[in-house]
């Protein structure tokens, strides 16, 4: 079978960017991406975003970026999927690249939520949920995080603290990042003063918005140009799972059964277990959600999964590794670049380029992007090979 | 403002009115045609007692646009007496403390306004405390 590698990695700071557009701060990402991959060409484009028509009233971003950035003319899309947009753009790529029908594509996600201030961010973002029946009722996305956690530890009996290992390893890894959003580590005691978002949520366990944009260059291996630099990294698996959009619609709305479903698809794919999982690439948007994705992947038994964090297991010398570069909470939560930025730091990884983030002798990482409370589900596989 | 679009939920909104499948009796709110039970088509109407209790909840104190007069206020996941889970405003509180398990009751109010474009308000289900 053909291999598809991740032949050439981009990625801006991600923060406010008051003064870069959105087409602007793409192409950063963009040009590093082609040049890091010893100036492969692309055929293709497929954009994750996530919000651009809501945020600045901008839609149509394939041909807006292809032309912009120097590409006039190639095929060009955007994939919309909320929270995963960026991992489902990856999709589309490692699909079209492992199909043959493409021999170099590029994905990019870009995200620009300082185009709008206060509670329009809100407001676009709410879209993302379901519009007659969650949104209509004044619910935000920190809200339905917020009533998941609540659930979560009244079933279990967690205590107010009992998230806070989350937050403490993002912002711990992030500082190792030179493009992460919060570069530096925060004590204990400082989670337990933070203010409320939407009680239980506290300003720790939510991740920041912000602009930024993150892009790969996707090809086979017998494409790679002529010196190729870098380890090799390939896409080993890639599964898509969905779930009900709304929350109140699940059974088991603790389950995040797409989760689940994208886990153990792309690792029946890879043909690995848990255990030969080297680190872990999680949608951290809120602390919540990291604890119930540790448990839909099977890393923990369910309400269990916030222990991880408070033993110290997703730290970076510890069994399970998660949100090495920052995660979403330290890194930014850039949108529908979100997963194009996990795909960029678990290449890192696994070339051995993390500096002080470094999961030594990693092989295989995990990473996985949702939109909302896992409505949406995109799981990868990365792993560094020889040729 | 989009008034087709709440216009048409009218019967949801004011009334409760969901679907019961003929075909396994499932009881379907939000109305969805296709029953998320049995996998077969539900188009039965079906009006919910209003009836229910608090399975999650929170407060949220930055509002969207169009809620921002009445922020803080509180959501929550009601799952209602016939078995589904509708998120939903919590009303008419006064000082008593909101607790996981709570029965509580349906009633219509004032959900949000036009964010100040039209002046159009948009009515539908919130709940309170149970009486009685």
């Known amino acids: ?387 | 403002m989009e008034i087709p679009r709440h216009w048409r939920l009218k019967k949801q909104r004011y009334a409760l009115v969901g679907e019961v499948c003929p075909h396994c009796d499932y009881k379907i709110f939000p109305p969805r045609d296709v029953c998320p039970n049995c996998g077969d088509e539900a188009k039965t109407l079906y009006t919910f007692s209003g009836k229910g209790e608090v399975f999650s909840y929170t407060t949220i104190y930055e509002a969207p646009t169009g809620f921002d007069s009445t922020a803080p206020y509180t959501v929550a996941l009601v799952k209602l007496e016939e078995g589904p889970i509708v998120t939903a405003q919590l009303t008419d509180l006064g000082d008593q403390p909101v607790e996981i398990g709570m029965p509580v009751e349906m009633v219509t109010r004032k959900m949000r306004n036009d964010g100040d474009e039209r002046g159009v308000i948009v009515y539908g289900y919130k709940f309170r405390p149970k009486l009685g």
């Open chain 1, 1 to 387: 079978m053909t291999d598809v590698i991740i032949a050439g990695i981009g990625q801006t700071e991600v923060g406010e960017h008051w003064d870069i557009a959105l087409r602007d701060l793409a192409y950063v990402a963009i040009k590093e991406a082609i040049a890091d991959s010893g100036g492969l060409q692309p055929q293709a484009l497929f954009v994750g975003n996530m919000l651009a028509p809501n945020l600045s009233n901008q839609a149509h971003l394939g041909v807006l970026l292809a032309d912009h950035c120097g590409m006039r003319g190639i095929e060009a899309v955007t994939v919309e999927a909320a929270g995963a947009s960026g991992g489902a753009a990856l999709r589309q790529g490692y699909m079209a690249v492992k199909s043959g029908l493409v021999d170099v594509a590029l994905v990019v996600g870009v995200e620009k939520f300082t185009d709008q201030v206060g509670a329009g961010v809100d407001t676009a973002v709410a879209t993302t949920s379901d519009s007659d029946f969650e949104a209509v009722q004044g619910l935000t996305a920190s809200g339905q995080a917020a009533l998941l956690m609540r659930r979560y530890m009244h079933e279990y009996g967690v205590p107010s603290d009992g998230f806070a290992g989350f937050p403490l390893v993002a912002h711990a890894n992030g500082a190792g990042n030179p493009c992460a959003m919060f570069r530096k580590a925060i004590k204990a005691e400082v989670y337990g003063k933070a203010e409320m978002v939407s009680d239980p949520i506290n300003l720790f366990d939510v991740a920041p918005n912000a602009d930024g944009a993150a892009a790969v260059i996707l090809t086979r291996s017998d494409l790679l140009p002529k010196g190729y630099l870098h380890p090799l990294v390939k896409i080993a698996a890639s599964a898509v799972s969905t779930d009900t959009l709304a929350l109140h619609d699940r059974h088991d709305p603790l389950g995040f059964w797409a989760a689940r479903e994208s886990v153990d698809a792309a690792r029946h794919k890879a043909g690995i277990t848990l255990d030969q999982v080297d680190f872990f690439e999680y949608h951290d948007s809120y602390s919540i959600y990291a604890a119930l994705s540790l448990e839909a992947a099977g890393f923990a038994p369910h309400g269990e999964g916030w222990k991880l964090a408070a033993q110290g297991a997703i730290a970076l010398n510890g069994r399970i590794p998660c949100a090495t570069l920052g995660g979403l909470k330290a890194r930014g939560f850039a949108g529908g670049a979100t997963g194009v930025y996990q795909a960029v730091e678990a290449t890192i990884q696994l070339r051995g380029q993390a500096g002080p983030c470094q999961v030594e002798n990693a092989r295989f990482g995990l990473i996985q992007s949702l939109g909302g409370p896992a409505s949406t589900a995109v799981t990868h596989i990365l792993e560094k090979i020889t040729l």
